[in-house]
């Protein structure tokens, strides 16, 4: 089995930052893409941010310039540098990572973490 544990979500103020964790555990042979998702009340998920497997990065428009994905290959962990924090960035946040379980391409499957939640308010 393949798990995903988000940490690091809260309570910040406004223009404050914080730091998202996401590790993978389990049957892993090798992890390819991963990112990180937001759901607001009565939104669709969105995707907030990418990062392949040789560290290229996508974001979405309204977070470039204040947040940062990384991930650490040998640790199996990505991370989410969230900085300028807004009202607006309110959501539980999901890693997502395209993870292969072993060398067959039928071995090779999305996972999600179970989401961890970020408040901006003052």
């Known amino acids: 089995q393949v798990h995903l544990v988000e940490s690091g979500g809260g309570l910040v103020q406004p223009g404050g930052s914080l730091r998202l964790s996401c590790a993978a555990s389990g049957s892993i042979f090798s992890i390819n893409a991963m990112g990180w998702y937001r759901q607001a009340p009565g939104k669709q998920r969105e995707l907030v941010a990418a990062i392949t497997r040789g560290g290229g990065t996508n974001y979405e428009d309204s977070v470039k310039g204040r947040f940062t994905i990384s991930r650490d290959n040998a640790k199996n962990m990505v991370f989410l540098q969230m900085n300028s924090l807004k009202h607006e960035d309110t959501a539980v946040y999901y890693c997502?990572?395209?993870?292969?379980?072993?060398?067959?391409?039928?071995?090779?499957?999305?996972?999600w973490g179970q989401g961890t939640q970020v408040t901006v308010s003052s």
């Open positions: 997502k990572a395209d993870i292969s379980r072993g060398v067959s391409a039928l071995s090779r499957s999305n996972y």
